[in-house]
């Protein structure tokens, strides 16, 4: 009797191991997945927003008077961001929004000038986005 009580624990035990290591497995693997797919979509949502952003600044720099359609593009990716970002990024990206808007009313560059400007690097609006950006990503990893 107390071998066969013996070997139904033992093959319990044997099942509950398995069953708790495929689970373990099983979740890892979803966690990764998810975490994944997170990261990915927030790339996506920079790539987006330093693309429209740049795009934005080099028009104010020349321009007295922004597209409003575009404006409204780059505020809808920032409200996207408060939902997935961290509130570092998106300080950072509204800091870039306001720069923009900032640059408009300023006298327009000449090519001289945005020659200078590039060749000097005093200017790259999107710097400091950029690196929250990649600290917060290299944060997802550490998860």
């Known amino acids: ?10 093959s319990a035990i044997g099942s509950l191991t398995t069953f708790t290591s495929a689970w373990l497995t099983q979740y890892r693997q979803d966690r990764a ?9 927030r790339q996506e949502l920079y790539k ?3 693309g429209e952003t740049s795009k ?11 597209e409003v359609s575009a404006l409204v593009s780059v505020f809808a990716l920032v409200s996207q961001m408060r939902i997935v970002s961290s509130s570092a990024v998106i300080e ?8 923009i808007l900032n640059t408009y ?10 020659r200078d400007l590039m060749r000097s690097h005093a200017v790259n609006p999107l710097r400091e ?4 950006c990649r600290a917060e990503l290299h944060a997802l990893n550490d998860r």
């Open 48 to 50: 987006q927003f330093i």
């Open 129 to 132: 986005f950029s690196e929250e």
């Open 92 to 99: 950072k990206a509204e800091a870039v929004v306001l720069l």
């Open 105 to 114: 009313p300023v006298p327009n560059k000449t090519f001289s000038d945005l």
């Open 56 to 66: 934005l600044y080099a028009d104010a720099l020349v321009h007295d008077h922004a």
């Open 33 to 41: 997945n998810r975490l994944s797919g997170e990261k990915a979509r």
């Open 1 to 10: 009797m107390n071998t066969a009580i013996a070997a139904l624990a033992g």
